[in-house]
């Protein structure tokens, strides 16, 4: 009986999962930053013809999204300078594309369904949406490892994450940020289970892959995993110190060969002034008008800051071993660095992964400190014998 009803649970879980992913869909975004996205699938099929690429992005958000949601895409209303400059002129647009065409696995499950016949537009939604379900199964497995195969309490858990609003806008606007979420739930799923170092590489490098920013947690992990193992057994991981190496490799292999601008130009594009033309201006400041800006938005980070602060400092007071401290500080890290090279405080997409890491962890620290399971198997277990069920 107990096995039907988990049984039950699951495919429950899995349709209303599904349901979800379908209702994302239905109320898809076509947001700002879709052109440059479908910048990077067409070009793919036209990198010598721009105006064939931008007539494309353009001609096919106006034919799938409704005129007020193109008005806004096209920077028209309300009026934005660059997204309307992007929008009239072919060779302003050609100069965003790189910024995009670095997330390239994103661009690539979106170019192969594209290819299947599908509109470019539908095709990154519908990868988005893959992802939103992948991550409700990394959801499920990770809470029922945790909850020792509770089937009905791992399906309740994993719904209430993915019914949060900033994850389901995630899934529902072309940005890869949904895919990255996903595959942090499986790295993450990766250190509770112990898998071997070589699969959380290769997780960690499909991440790089999606965001080549998140190259910071890559190499963080690997140095905490050399530093960790060194300290313990005086012998040198050659292995994390490879994935390091191998990692960094690809990150500048990426950047290469889509001519990145880099981070001084996404930082001065995205908080000192958006250029029309990225050719035309340097982006030029100093040490000073960083600092104010990150100061300044350290304000709105609050919220971030304190359920970080919070969820880690419980973790490590309840956590009975080193490496659970270890890797609890890494993630905490991980929010800061990120924010300090793009201190972009109220984008909660950025930072949400790191948080609902720091959560799951905290589920899990406590539940393998107290066991709370096993507490109400047992407090059930003496209600039945006591005849007071």
Not at 24 to 38: F, I, Q, S, T
Request: proline content about 3%; hydrophobic content about 50%.
């Amino acid at each position: 009986m107990n096995k039907i009803f988990s049984v039950f649970c699951f495919i429950s879980f899995l349709c209303f999962s599904l349901y979800l992913t379908l209702q994302n869909y239905d109320a898809r975004l076509y947001g700002w930053d879709m052109p440059g996205y479908l910048g990077a699938i067409y070009k793919t099929d036209n990198p010598d013809s721009i105006k064939t690429v931008h007539k494309l992005v353009y001609n096919s958000i106006k034919q799938e999204s409704s005129k007020s949601a193109f008005e806004k895409t096209i920077g028209e209303k309300p009026f934005g300078a660059a997204t309307n400059e992007f929008a009239r002129s072919p060779a302003a647009f050609n100069e965003q594309i790189p910024y995009y065409q670095v997330k390239h696995s994103y661009n690539a499950f979106g170019y192969a369904i594209y290819r299947l016949g599908v509109s470019a537009p539908k095709a990154l939604l519908i990868v988005n949406g893959f992802f939103y379900f992948f991550a409700g199964i990394f959801l499920f497995l990770i809470f029922e490892f945790i909850l020792t195969k509770n089937i009905l309490l791992s399906s309740i858990l994993s719904l209430c994450v993915l019914l949060l609003q900033p994850i389901r806008q995630m899934a529902s606007d072309a940005t890869p940020d949904i895919v990255c979420l996903s595959l942090l739930l499986l790295f993450l799923y990766s250190v509770l289970k112990k898998f071997s170092v070589l699969f959380q590489f290769t997780i960690l490098l499909n991440i790089v892959l999606v965001r080549p920013d998140m190259i910071i947690l890559g190499i963080s992990y690997f140095l905490l995993v050399f530093l960790y193992k060194y300290f313990k057994t005086k012998k040198f991981a050659f292995e994390a110190t490879l994935y390091i190496f191998s990692l960094s490799f690809v990150y500048l292999i990426i950047v290469k060969f889509y001519n990145y601008p880099g981070w001084a130009d996404v930082f001065y594009d995205s908080f000192i002034n958006r250029r029309l033309y990225i050719s035309k201006e340097s982006p030029t400041f100093n040490a000073t008008q960083y600092i104010d800006i990150v100061l300044s938005n350290l304000k709105n980070f609050k919220k971030i800051s304190l359920l970080a602060l919070l969820f880690s400092v419980v973790i490590i007071y309840f956590s009975k071993n080193a490496w659970e401290k270890y890797f609890t500080i890494l993630i905490f890290l991980n929010i800061y660095l990120k924010f300090l090279f793009f201190p972009m405080a109220g984008e909660y997409r950025f930072f949400i992964g790191f948080i609902l890491m720091l959560a799951i962890y905290l589920i899990y620290i406590l539940n393998k400190r107290f066991d709370f399971v096993q507490v109400i198997y047992l407090r059930k277990s003496n209600f039945e014998k006591a005849g007071l069920n």
